[in-house]
């Protein structure tokens, strides 16, 4: 029995390490769970490209929206985790969605291998450029002097505009009105319609209107200043503490990934986001690139997952 057993241990390893050595042998699909046109979106293309060019084979983009990202995300997990099923996903799926809906079908703090987070953005504080609010602190005097009447618009419940926006009222004692939208484009028609007042945007989605001068920057949620927004101070700066929030968008796989397919993933990817034709585009767009280890991202998942619970736990945050 015992020879039997080592016989088929050694038997398994041959197979992964074969498995590994001949991957990618057919298209490798990176799912984005979100409809085409976002920045995970973006990132899995701007990938695909970079990984065929560096490992060869195909990578293949497949855009699955619906539920806040957990319908793909719920795909990946059940995919074979042999490196030809990989999920590009923003932050939601793995920290934010599994506190806000119930029976998503996984477990984002077991049933994935993490493998790098790819890029990181800041959230910029943006008005309307006929905005009265000329500051944070003209925000602030408002908001105290009318609780609960300044609108601010996100791209969804649960989205990262909306957490910011539960944080900034969490840290600074004051209430202003949610609007919750069902994607970042309409948020962005309606601000510049002046028909909500606020909005804590993605600094890649909000950096195009601020630079034509048709949004109003009043801070940013970064622990520096961005490079793409030099003048616009963090709120670190201006006094409110506990506020860094970065979008991030990362690469993950179904669990079980072999090591050394992770590893030639992850180098890989780190190379592709800081080639020469990369990464001085993706800085330009407000991004940060990241680009860490498998350690690193899993650490780094579980402390977003905690920072997150505890937050919506305590705002007692819904997904209606």
């Known amino acids: ?22 991957w990618p042998a057919k298209p490798v699909t990176l799912l984005v ?18 990984l065929q060019e560096g490992l060869g084979g195909s990578f293949v983009v497949d855009n699955r929206g619906g539920a806040g990202g957990t319908i793909g995300t719920v795909a990946v997990k059940r995919a074979a985790p042999d490196g030809y099923t990989l999920l590009v996903t923003s932050l939601g799926p793995l920290v934010i969605g599994p506190h806000l809906l119930k029976n998503i079908g996984y477990d984002p703090t077991k049933d ?37 009447k300044m609108s601010f618009a996100s791209s969804g419940n649960g989205s990262s505009d909306h957490i910011t926006a539960e944080l900034f009222w969490q840290q600074t004692g004051t209430t202003g009105l949610h609007i919750p939208y069902k994607g970042g484009g309409p948020v962005m ?10 909005s804590f945007m993605n600094i890649n989605t909000a950096l195009p209107q601020i630079k034509a001068g048709k949004l109003r920057a009043l801070s940013i949620t970064s622990a520096k200043r961005s490079p793409a927004l030099p003048e616009v101070p963090t709120m670190d700066e201006l006094g409110i503490k506990g506020l860094q929030v970065y979008s991030w968008q990362a690469v993950a796989a179904p669990k079980g990934l072999p090591a050394d397919i992770k ?21 330009e767009q407000g991004f940060e690139i990241v680009a860490n280890t498998p350690e690193q991202f899993t650490a780094f998942q579980a402390a977003e997952f905690e920072r997150w619970r505890k937050l919506i736990a305590e ?3 819904t997904a209606d």
Do not use: W
Request: positive net charge.
């Open 1 to 22: 029995m015992k020879k039997l057993l080592s016989a088929c241990l050694l038997g398994l390893a041959a197979s992964t390490a074969a498995l590994a050595q001949t």
């Open 33 to 50: 769970p979100f409809p085409p046109g976002g920045s995970s979106d973006a990132i899995a293309r701007l990938l695909g490209n970079k």
């Open 112 to 148: 994935l291998d993490y493998i790098s987070v790819a890029v990181q953005a800041p959230n910029v504080l943006v008005v309307p450029a006929a905005s009265p609010h000329k500051s944070l602190a003209d925000v602030l005097s408002f908001e105290r002097a009318n609780p609960g």
């Open 189 to 198: 028609t309606d601000l510049l319609g002046n028909q909500v007042d606020a």
């Open 263 to 283: 590893r030639r993933l992850n180098g890989a990817i780190v190379a592709a986001l800081n080639a020469p034709d990369v990464k001085p585009k993706l800085l």
């Open 315 to 317: 705002r007692r945050i």
